[in-house]
């Protein structure tokens, strides 16, 4: 029986993804800046069943997760995409998982089994070659205004009797433009003309005599050049995006779908006052959801900020973190004394669906937030905090036909009431070198307070020397508390240490969640858990070499409610090696057992242990030829191996190697990038003893031109996927043209166009072709 159960349960995981959506994500091998870490996840089937993709991330050792989500591509492009500047704030390793929302309501999360304990993780602490004694001389950022026409100049003196002139090669935001510099003796010199607003980078590499590789510092210079004035120094930017998809099949069914988005974010100063704001407009935007729009206003002035609108703040990792709370936000801050206050709303109020006065659907209760922290000490230092948090559903917000069943009355959705008690120190020592600190807290719960607090004390089964209805606004007390009786099972401990020694990033935490622990105002918390992780992230050979080792112990059944305790082990490392900037090497590994702590019965049908073994292995290498028929190449070679195994039951293994191979060419003499990738997955899975394999191909091409001084940037690209194997054969052809233009320094647009064709070999009635088209139109000021 349990064995079929178990079957239910994989099937309810892996079958949705197999039928409608198939999935695939591969670790980013060449971070080449880990300000710009880019995460893809490609959609090899379902592009169109798919609503949203979100990100959730976190630092390794932090307890909650933020999330973020991915901008989608679209059918011909199937891929959602982040760029993770969030990871640039980390000293060493990032975890990451993705869940994908279909247009169903199905939630579906990727890795598949237990993304919240095994999730994807990357090294951010990247190998870095020497830095050669060059000094940037232009422009001064400080003291002079940068203009779209400005020169670069970097003095060579200091190593000017050891330096090979002839290697000098200078970049201008990731291209070489060393035929336009002019090299003196101590100095090298770059006119920049018609420079786009925003953030521009630019670096030297040379050789010595010894024939020793040396590279600059990375320099920045932000340029923002102004059509006209605006008063209050104000700039910003208006993006409006717009998406059209149409459907056809060989039934002469057809479909379309479109959706457009504003944003506008602005900035600005007068004297001591400085403001910005952001507001994000969607078509998607719907009073059966929860927000899509965002409002944001931001006030600053010294010693105190107001933030108006949506803001997602974090004040202690139990309390409120990563939390987007629609309201009123302040901080009063001095060096040795800082006030936060949030109040607003973390859940608006959502309408249920009722049919033929039935409750389809319950709906959602508006739910306010009010939290406050108080901190002492030098954040730089030493620091204490103290705060609470408060969050509470509006039971009126709601009409009782979407909370209550028609037919027998019971509740269908009840609201809750939730207190937090928390409290943290944090001591910081030899320069940031040596970190340590706590965080605690303790949570009161109640999940049913639609009847409010108990009458009276004797109304209950244990007696409390006070009236519950006299604490009524601080916290509803009745039977329904998540335990009536507070105790180990409702706090929550967190404590951390981290050192960097000799290039040697250690980080060490230890977290213990109880059972009955509960923090609405805590992004993705996980309850009844207990972890311990170990990180140890090296810098060798001079900075070419990190390697990263970790270790994450979990266990749940923290308070002994349970009959047994669940564990999982992970042991992950990554190294990484960049000895020459033409050449890098990945190798990664991560491997995981998960057990549910039941004692197998041999030759029992009701055996119901579970232990699942996971591995992966990852290797990635790229390398780049100047001299390769006048078009500088990188060539890239990755491979993973994962397996999944029922190691209690042998019920299912499920096995997966992947292959890609690409080439991306930049013409010396012609304005064209194209690169060229292949890949191939074999699939291997085992279930109940029934093999089923399946072959996955992949061919891509693209040309992309530099035209117009960089203003005019066409591409069109191909892709062409086949499967094949213990399945109906099926394939696709997938077709993009596109291009951005920069009608000034400061307006610019972009184009995509794109068709798809989709043909099933066995099934010819599942045929079906789509056309895509997105825009794009870009104005600063």
Known sequence: MFRKSIIIVFSIL?????????LHHELPVNIA????????????????????????????????????????????????????????N????????????????????????????????????????????FVLLAPDNVYSDVTDNFLIAISTFAISDDLDYNSIQIFFDGKDVTKKARIFT??????????????????????????????????NTNVNVKAFELPLNLTGRALLSMRYMNYSNNDNASDTDRSANFLLTFKGSQAWLKFRSKLYLSSLESSSYQPVNKYQ??????????????????????????????????????????????????????????VNDTTFTAGTFKQNNNTLRIEFGNPQGFQIGLGFAKNKDDIASLNEEYYVDPVDSTLIKTPNDNLILGSDFRLSLLNHRVLLGTEAAMSFYNDNIIDG???????????????????????????????????????????????????????????????????????????????????????????????????????????????????????????????????NFNLSFNTNSSEDGFEAIEDYEGNSALKIQSNNVSFGTSYFVKQF????????????????????????????NNLTLSAKSSFEELPLTTTLSYTLTLN???EESVQETSNYNSFYIKGDLDLMDNRLKPYIDMRYTLYTGDIFTQSSQMFNLGGSFAITTNSSVSAETGLKFYQNAEESNSNYSRMNFKMKISQRF
Request: proline content about 4%; glycine content about 4%; charged content about 20%.
């Open 453 to 583: 607090p108990a009458t009276d004390a004797d109304s209950l089964d244990t007696n409390i020397p006070f009236n519950p209805e006299d604490f009524e606004s601080i916290f509803v007390i009745n039977e329904s508390m998540v335990p009536f009786k507070p105790g180990k099972a409702n706090l929550a401990l967190k404590s951390y240490l981290r050192l960097y020694f000799y290039r040697n990033l250690f980080h060490l935490s230890y977290t213990n969640i109880g059972s009955s622990f509960y923090s609405l105002s805590a992004n993705y918390l996980q309850r009844d858990v207990k972890i311990i992780s170990i990180n140890d992230n090296i810098m060798l050979m001079n900075n070419q070499l990190s390697m990263n080792f970790g270790l994450n112990l979990m266990y749940d059944n923290v308070n002994g409610t349970k009959d047994r305790t669940s564990s999982s082990t992970t042991v992950f490392t990554q190294l990484m090696y960049n000895p020459y900037e033409e050449l």
């Open 14 to 22: 892996f079958l949705p993804l197999a039928a409608e959506i198939s």
């Open 629 to 656: 028929f006048q078009m500088p190449t990188r060539f890239s070679v990755i491979f993973s191996n994962s397996t999944s195994k029922d190691d209690a039951n042998n019920i299912f293994d499920y096995q997966m």
């Open 33 to 88: 800046d880990s300000r710009k870490t880019i995460l893809e996840l490609e959609v090899r089937e379902g592009f169109s069943e798919i609503e949203m993709v979100t990100v959730f991330f976190r630092q390794t050792g932090e307890t909650t997760y933020s999330e973020k989500e991915m901008e989608a591509g679209s059918e011909t492009n199937p891929f959602f995409t982040s760029i993770m500047t969030e990871f640039s």
């Open 186 to 219: 101590n100095t090298i010199t770059y006119q920049v003309t018609n420079a786009s607003n925003g953030e521009h980078s630019y670096f030297v590499k040379a050789k010595l005599q010894s024939g020793q590789e040396i590279e600059s510092n990375h320099w």
């Open 684 to 686: 291997d899975n085992v």
């Open 90 to 133: 980390y000293p060493s390793n990032a975890e990451y998982f993705f869940v994908i929302t279909s247009k169903r309501g199905r939630i579906l999360k990727y890795p598949s089994f237990q993304p919240e304990i095994n999730p994807y993780r990357i090294t951010i602490n990247l190998p870095q070659r020497r830095r050669g004694n």
């Open 297 to 354: 206003m931001v006030f600053d002035v010294p010693h105190f900020e107001l933030t108006l609108g949506d803001y997602s703040p974090t004040m202690n990792s139990f309390l409120l973190d990563n939390k987007n709370v629609m309201g009123f936000h302040s901080k009063l801050h001095f060096n040795s004394l800082r006030l936060l206050f949030t109040t607003g709303r973390i859940n608006r109020k959502v309408d249920g669906k009722v």
